[in-house]
């Protein structure tokens, strides 16, 4: 399943985003899901991933400040971002383990 994210924008250094992951076109149920991100001129990498039951893991440049969670009423994932670092500018993107790249959403950290 194709998945798609949103929810990007501008924000300060110190705040918080929230990110959605949705599929769309069907009514298929999102599985695992993995964020990752690509920051300009550098190659995508992971950040987070959530399994279908709630378990987490995170990459350690976003652990503490980056939240995973799922709401399997809505077919959505969110990735909650706290103390948001210009660090953290990047296009993010979300996908099933073995679902093909969907569109990403930019988010610049900057004042």
């Known amino acids: 399943v194709q998945l798609q994210a949103s929810g990007g924008g501008l924000v300060q250094p110190g705040g918080s985003l929230r990110l959605s992951c949705t599929a769309s076109?069907?009514?298929?149920?999102?599985?695992?899901v993995g964020w990752y991100r690509q920051a300009p001129g550098k190659q995508r990498d992971f950040a987070a991933h959530i399994t279908r039951g709630g378990s987490t893991i995170y990459a350690d440049s976003v652990k503490g400040r980056f939240t995973v969670s799922r709401d399997s009423a809505k077919n959505t994932v969110y990735l909650r971002m706290s103390s948001l670092k210009p660090d953290d500018t990047a296009v993010y993107y979300c996908?099933?383990?073995?679902?093909?790249w969907g569109k990403g959403t930019l988010v610049t950290v900057s004042s």
């Open positions: 996908k099933e383990p073995a679902g093909p």
């Open positions: 076109g069907t009514r298929f149920s999102i599985n695992a």
